[in-house]
């Protein structure tokens, strides 16, 4: 079992930055992939980014160039650096664990609300 909790979120100006983390339960040195997502209203929840076991990284849609996905295996954390936020940003993001061949794949966080707003 895997729990994650997620904070950082709040309210900031458009432009502005923020840091999200993800506090694990277990040691995510083990975990396979590790994702953040995000949800705004009446839309579907899309991926943010992700980061595997060995760091490497990738990123979706518009947050490329303005979003950092890293972790800390010492700490067992995972973070979002945000940056250059925008209105469109606003959502509730969740942190995700994913082991794509066990019988339970995903874990999730009970997510953090962001809103960019002046």
């Known amino acids: 079992q895997v729990q994650l909790m997620e904070s950082g979120g709040g309210l900031v100006q458009p432009g502005g930055s923020l840091r999200l983390s993800c506090l694990a339960s277990?040691?995510?040195?083990?975990?396979?992939?590790m994702n953040w997502y995000r949800q705004a209203p009446g839309k579907q929840r899309e991926s943010v980014a992700s980061?595997?076991?060995?760091?490497?990284?990738s990123y979706h849609g518009s947050v490329k160039g303005r979003y950092t996905i890293s972790k800390d295996n010492a700490h067992n954390t995972l973070y979002l650096q945000m940056s250059s936020l925008k209105p469109e940003d606003t959502a509730v993001y969740y942190c995700?664990?994913?082991?794509?061949?066990?019988?339970?794949?995903?874990?999730w966080g009970q997510g953090t609300q962001v809103t960019v707003s002046s």
């Open positions: 995700n664990a994913h082991y794509p061949f066990a019988y339970v794949q995903d874990y």
């Open positions: 277990v040691d995510i040195s083990g975990i396979d992939i």
């Open positions: 980061i595997d076991s060995g760091g490497g990284v």
